[in-house]
């Protein structure tokens, strides 16, 4: 059952072809002094303005209560399931374009 929601916007832009730009944003979750908590995480990109490049969002990565953080790295991953995380971070890589991406939290 959905309990709350938390979204943010990520912004990038890069204005020639063959220039990356990249934007990361963490999303903690909102209970504080508990061991993680079960969530969703989404993204998707909402707005994209290019005429030569490209955008691609992703669920970057989620870090867990004890361990190293679990890490992708294919732009094919826009949503992720953990039982119990800490943290999120969502990733926005533009070239050659202009894009927002919206990122959401949801706390099962």
Request: proline content about 5%; charged content about 15%.
């Given at each position: 059952?959905?309990?709350?929601?938390?979204?943010?916007?990520?912004?990038?832009?890069?204005?020639?072809?063959?220039?990356?730009?990249?934007?990361?944003?963490?999303?903690?979750?909102?209970?504080?002094?508990?061991?993680?908590?079960e969530?969703?995480a989404?993204?998707?990109?909402?707005?994209?303005?290019?005429?030569?490049?490209?955008?691609g969002?992703?669920?970057?990565?989620?870090?867990?209560?004890?361990?190293?953080?679990?890490?992708?790295?294919?732009?094919a991953v826009?949503?992720?399931?953990?039982?119990?995380?800490?943290?999120?971070?969502?990733?926005?890589?533009?070239?050659?374009?202009?894009?927002?991406?919206?990122?959401?939290?949801?706390?099962?």
């Amino acid at each position: 059952m959905l309990q709350n929601l938390d979204t943010a916007w990520l912004y990038c832009f890069s204005s020639t072809p063959g220039t990356h730009h990249k934007t990361y944003f963490t999303l903690f979750v909102d209970r504080a002094g508990s061991n993680g908590r079960e969530i969703l995480a989404t993204i998707s990109l909402s707005y994209l303005f290019t005429d030569r490049g490209g955008a691609g969002a992703m669920v970057k990565s989620y870090t867990p209560p004890f361990g190293t953080p679990f890490e992708h790295k294919d732009f094919a991953v826009n949503s992720l399931w953990a039982p119990d995380a800490i943290a999120v971070t969502y990733f926005l890589s533009v070239n050659g374009a202009e894009a927002y991406a919206q990122a959401n939290l949801f706390y099962l």
